[in-house]
């Protein structure tokens, strides 16, 4: 049996052995738009709780737009154009009209990537810049939550008149789902915001994790800030398998964020009935196995239906390597996972710090190998596990270790797929 694992730009093909309780687990993704673009100018006239853009920019003198970083597969070339002529509508200049890039601690965007990102007509038109989240001279302070978290916000965005996230919503390993309020909370919020957000307080809550929404404590504090970050607006789509656009949730965010999260459940979610003896898993694919960072998510997301004690393989590309300098430093320091947690549980969080821990929770309950060949061989050595650089040799270093009779559940889409243990409902007698 052969099967194609998403995996860096073109995939990755592997054999399986036969004989073996295989289970391919894929997201119900919804059909794409035959016209994207007409379904987002429905949404920006006829948007989810409350007046159209072009009512609600009208007498303002300023916008600003906070878009998702390279690593994300967000259409912000599609979606950007009918947004900013429904803003120029009402009367906002091209040269007050800035978009942000929602970077949050990730690096800046190169030249290439801005017209990658935005693409080269809007980037000649409007201010386009990406977020520094480390130079607090940049953020506005807001004050802080009402569970203390100090709140930091590019202050180019909170100055602008109006306030427009676009994004996309897919299971995300700690807000329970991405999107909405995520553009600025996380992408536009400083260093010190940052930092609270992904600190153990949040990180080892249960409800802090994939799906889990609206009763995800994180959720509930990235809501606040938003709103105190005066969020006037969103564009948020879901995506088809091959990243399309299957739907378009515009308008108030709170109402329209919520209203995308079940259309995503309900497309995504994929159970098995009882927990898997291992599952091999990637990151998505290009760009969000970029990074071994970004990586992570595709083995919180297996975590889910793994047994305890069973294996978790990732197949990832990660030809960016191993991800930003702190997140490097940490994991070039060889802990083990144990450790790690002790260490963090009671020392200052550091930037980059929540992924590492996020992966060491898993390792605490499964056996993890990975397939991740842009990661340089001596940083695999202080992997939580075996590390080889081909997809198939990983695959069948798995099953050679695996017991006969055990049941392996494969995700191809990693992360893009909600995945749960549901029990198959008992019989009424």
């Avoid at 980059?352 to 499964?366: N, P």
């Avoid at 270093?397 to 494969?410: E, H, M, Q, T, Y």
Wanted: hydrophobic share 45%; proline share 7%.
């Amino acid at each position: 049996m052969k099967l194609s694992l998403a995996f860096d730009k073109t995939g990755a093909e592997i054999e399986l052995p036969d004989g073996l309780a295989i289970r391919v687990l894929r997201s119900r993704f919804a059909d794409a738009l035959d016209d994207p673009q007409r379904a987002i100018r429905a949404g920006l006239q006829n948007p989810i709780g409350c007046a159209s853009l072009e009512e609600l920019a009208t007498g303002k003198r300023s916008a600003a737009i906070s878009v998702c970083d390279i690593t994300r597969p967000a259409p912000n070339r599609i979606v950007l154009p009918p947004v900013i002529a429904a803003l120029e509508q009402a009367g906002i200049s091209a040269s007050h009209i800035s978009i942000l890039i929602a970077t949050g601690l990730h690096r800046e965007a190169t030249e290439s990537e801005l017209n990658e990102i935005v693409g080269p007509e809007i980037l000649a038109r409007h201010p386009v810049h990406s977020h520094r989240a480390k130079h607090e001279d940049e953020q506005a302070f807001l004050g802080e939550t009402t569970t203390g978290t100090p709140i930091y916000i590019d202050r180019r965005f909170v100055e602008a008149d109006l306030h427009i996230t676009l994004g996309f919503i897919e299971p995300h390993l700690m807000a329970g789902f991405s999107g909405g309020r995520k553009l600025i909370s996380i992408g536009l919020a400083g260093e010190k915001t940052i930092k609270r957000l992904h600190s153990p307080a949040f990180m080892r809550d249960p409800a802090a994790s994939e799906g889990s929404f609206p009763d995800n404590p994180l959720h509930r504090e990235l809501m606040e800030i938003a709103a105190r970050a005066r969020h006037d607006f969103m564009v948020d789509v879901a995506l088809t398998r091959d990243k399309q656009i299957a739907k378009v949730f515009a308008g108030q965010p709170h109402a329209a964020h919520a209203q995308g999260v079940q259309f995503v459940r309900d497309s995504t979610l994929a159970t098995v009935d009882q927990p898997a003896d291992a599952v091999i898993t990637t990151s998505g694919g290009y760009p969000l196995d970029l990074t071994f960072y970004q990586a992570v998510k595709g083995v919180t997301a297996a975590a889910h239906i793994v047994k305890p004690g069973g294996a978790i393989l990732l197949v990832a590309a990660c030809r960016e390597g191993v991800g930003s300098p702190e997140f490097s430093a940490l994991l070039r320091r060889g802990l083990h996972w144990e450790a790690l947690l002790d260490e963090l549980a009671g020392a200052p969080v550091d930037v980059d710090q929540w992924q590492a821990e996020k992966l060491a929770m898993v390792a605490r309950k499964a056996g993890l190998s990975f397939c991740v060949p842009g990661v340089p061989e001596e940083d695999r050595a202080r992997l939580w596990g075996p590390a080889v650089s081909d997809p198939q040799q990983a695959v069948d270093d798995l099953f050679a270790r695996l017991p006969v009779g055990s049941s392996v559940v494969i995700i191809p889409e990693g992360p893009y797929v909600f995945t749960q243990v549901l029990p198959e409902p008992v019989a009424a007698d």
